[in-house]
Each structure stands twice: as C-alpha cells, then as structure tokens.
C-alpha cells in the first residue's frame, strides 16, 4: 500500500485481499492493527476483531474451494469515512471442514461490508449479512 491510495482504493484492496483468502497477512497493510469487526449473525457471534474475520473467510474457502464474490457496488462516504461493498458470495460445499461431511450444496449470499476509515486505514467493519439463509443453503443448518 502506498500512502496516496485513497480511501476508496484501500477498501477496494482490502475487499479484494479478504475475500480471496488472503487472511489478515493479505489484510493487514490496510487496517489499523486493533481493527474492530462486527456482525448481527449466529456464525460470526465471537468474532470481535477484523484481524479474526479475515481468518475466518480464509477458513471458509477450505470447505467452499469454488467461494468467490460477485461485486455488486461500491460506494465512498468521504465526509463519513465510509466506504460501502455490496456483493453476492457465491460457494459449494464441496471440500473437507465445514459443521457436516461435503453437502454438494451451494449459496449465493448478499452481503454488504460498511468500512469506517481513519488515519487512511481501516478501524471497524461491519458485516450485514443473512447467515440463516446461507447456512441452511449448504445443508449446515
């Protein structure tokens, strides 16, 4: 990361970097180091630090190894210092891990990350997202 990205470059690398599995060593150089996370989920319930979040989406593509996003919008909230992604998560449970053996099942999942800057990095993220719907999709629930 250079210092002239802006904020809606460093939410952009960052979206891109946790959403492939790039755990938090692809995620780190666009967050501040104490990053917070949250989510109104069962499945994310314990999940406190953006640092934990990044690991766990990593976590996730050994279970789903075809996971990959599909970005629906993007949005800066400059007087804010928001910067909002909208996508669809897409996955089948087709590998190893996961709550039950490989279920076959697929998810499409919407989703949004609301990430709130300062200092040119990111301090919190919230996660809005359905994981009743997602879970019951692959058969985990």
Same mark, same amino acid.
């Given at each position: 990361?250079?210092?002239?990205?802006?904020?809606?470059?460093?939410?952009?690398?960052?979206?891109?970097?946790?959403?492939?599995?790039?755990? &938090?060593?692809?995620?780190?150089?666009?967050?501040?180091?104490?990053?917070?996370?949250?989510?109104?989920?069962?499945?994310?319930?314990?999940?406190?630090?953006?640092?934990?979040?990044?690991? &766990?989406?990593?976590?996730?593509?050994?279970?789903?190894?075809?996971?990959?996003?599909?970005?629906?919008?993007?949005?800066?909230?400059?007087?804010?210092?928001?910067?909002?992604?909208?996508?669809?998560?897409?996955?089948?449970?087709?590998?190893?891990?996961?709550?039950?053996?490989?279920?076959?099942?697929?998810?499409?999942?919407?989703?949004?990350?609301?990430?709130?800057?300062?200092?040119?990095?990111?301090?919190?993220?919230?996660?809005? &997202?359905?994981?009743?719907?997602?879970?019951?999709?692959?058969? &985990?629930?």
């Amino acid at each position: 990361m250079t210092l002239q990205m802006t904020m809606t470059e460093t939410a952009r690398a960052f979206f891109e970097a946790c959403e492939t599995g790039g755990g &938090w060593a692809a995620c780190a150089p666009f967050c501040s180091p104490e990053a917070s996370f949250s989510c109104q989920s069962r499945a994310l319930a314990d999940t406190h630090t953006l640092e934990a979040y990044a690991e &766990w989406m990593k976590g996730l593509l050994v279970p789903l190894p075809d996971g990959r996003y599909e970005l629906k919008g993007f949005a800066a909230d400059a007087d804010r210092d928001v910067v909002l992604a909208f996508a669809v998560f897409h996955g089948t449970h087709t590998g190893e891990g996961g709550p039950v053996p490989p279920t076959g099942r697929a998810a499409a999942a919407d989703y949004v990350y609301a990430m709130e800057f300062a200092g040119g990095k990111i301090t919190h993220m919230t996660k809005i &997202w359905n994981d009743a719907e997602s879970l019951a999709a692959l058969g &985990w629930a």
